[in-house]
């Protein structure tokens, strides 16, 4: 079965939307395999966004139904993990703490945290070192470069090993080396640990680079146009 199945699925985001028929996203049907790799791309006010909502649990689609890992997705899913354009990392919090800071909030986590801080800690540290920030654990987020930013954000949303990575242009704010940097840190990271990813992206050369299947959305309504399989050998 897939790993994420979304079977007629259409979001008007609220009624009177609804009831002049305006859809943000019409009749998307995709599936991800586990461990694929997805992008999708278009034009900005496609409906990329609004995907990444629904995909996340954090819209209910108006008509049709999200399934993940075989479950029908009622709410927010708490197996995903997302970075965005911002890094947004916060300001009074070193790079450490940051990354560590999902583990903090999901609730289940809270009691377990005390005696498995250590864990947390070592895990922490060992995805800082995979994407090149060892040595800056203690460093606060305006010490850090854009591009650092952006890659302990991509920590933060691995750290408590999510079966899906949700990234929303991701790479958009960063130079184009910095971006292309990160392209590679990206993939070593999923090709050692195995998660889905589905990418939001601008960029058709970025998600060539990066994708299993690149799904081409039109501007308006959102539709997916067009899935392109890429197949490229992994690294
Ligand atoms: P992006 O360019 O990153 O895809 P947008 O600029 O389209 O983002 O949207 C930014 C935010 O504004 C989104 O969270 C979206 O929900 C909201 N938004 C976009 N269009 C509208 C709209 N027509 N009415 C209300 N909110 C909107
Ligand atoms: P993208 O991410 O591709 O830029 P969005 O998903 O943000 O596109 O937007 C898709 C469509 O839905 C656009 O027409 C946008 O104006 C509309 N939209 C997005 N967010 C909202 C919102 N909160 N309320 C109403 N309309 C919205």
């Known amino acids: 079965e897939a790993f994420v199945d979304f079977r007629d699925v259409w979001l008007a985001y609220n009624d009177e939307l609804l009831q002049q028929g305006k859809f943000a996203v019409e009749a998307i049907d995709l599936k991800v395999a586990r461990g694929e790799f997805i992008a999708i791309v278009g034009p900005s006010g496609c409906g990329k966004s609004t995907f990444m909502k629904l995909a996340t649990g954090l819209k209910p689609p108006s008509r049709g139904e999200i399934r993940v890992d075989g479950k029908t997705v009622h709410g ?8 965005f354009q911002s890094a947004s990392l916060l300001p009074w919090r070193t790079t450490l703490a940051n990354v560590m800071l999902p583990l903090e909030i999901v609730e289940p ?127």
């Open 76 to 83: 927010p899913l708490k197996i995903s993990g997302m970075a």
């Open 109 to 235: 986590f809270r009691s377990e945290l005390k005696h498995k801080r250590q864990e947390f800690e070592a895990r922490a540290r060992a995805l800082l070192a995979r994407v090149g920030l060892a040595g800056y654990e203690d460093k606060f987020p305006w010490q850090l470069s854009g591009g650092m930013q952006q890659r302990a954000s991509i920590c933060r949303a691995l750290i408590h090993e999510p079966q899906l990575l949700l990234l929303d242009e991701p790479f958009g704010a960063l130079d184009a080396f910095t971006r292309e940097e990160l392209w590679c840190i990206l993939r070593d990271l999923q090709s050692a640990q195995g998660f889905n990813v589905i990418l939001v992206t601008h960029d058709l050369r970025e998600s060539v680079f990066l994708a299993d299947t690149i799904y081409v959305m039109s501007k308006s309504p959102g539709r997916f146009l067009l899935k392109r399989e890429v197949g490229l050998p992994r690294p």
